[in-house]
């Protein structure tokens, strides 16, 4: 099994970036990635109050897949899914699903 780090984060992807890595059909790969923060809410004092420098919503990637031609559908088997050790919900006035009830920046972790 392949493993492509957090260390590969972008914040989009370009068909001109390189890949992380190259792999051949029935190839099993393992994908860190951070939460839509980059792991920079912590406790419920980090607010949403300014954008994040690099971005929001980190990607791993990409991954090139050896005999893929453009236009080709590709089958993707999620083996598992492990959730890290703490989540966050933050809202704020206007933005996101509880926008409508926010009044002020707020963080729950």
Partial sequence: MYLISRDHIRYAH????????????????????YDART???RADTDLL??????????ITGPIFVK???PGDSLQVHILGITLADQGFLAVKKNVGLLAHR???YATKV
């Fill in 14 to 33: 370009d068909k001109t970036d390189p890949p992380a890595l190259s792999i051949d059909t029935g190839d099993c790969v393992r994908l860190e990635t």
């Fill in 39 to 41: 792991g920079t809410i």
């Fill in 49 to 58: 109050d300014h954008p994040h420098p690099e971005g929001a919503n980190p």
């Fill in 67 to 69: 005999g893929a031609e």
């Fill in 102 to 104: 926010a009044d002020q």
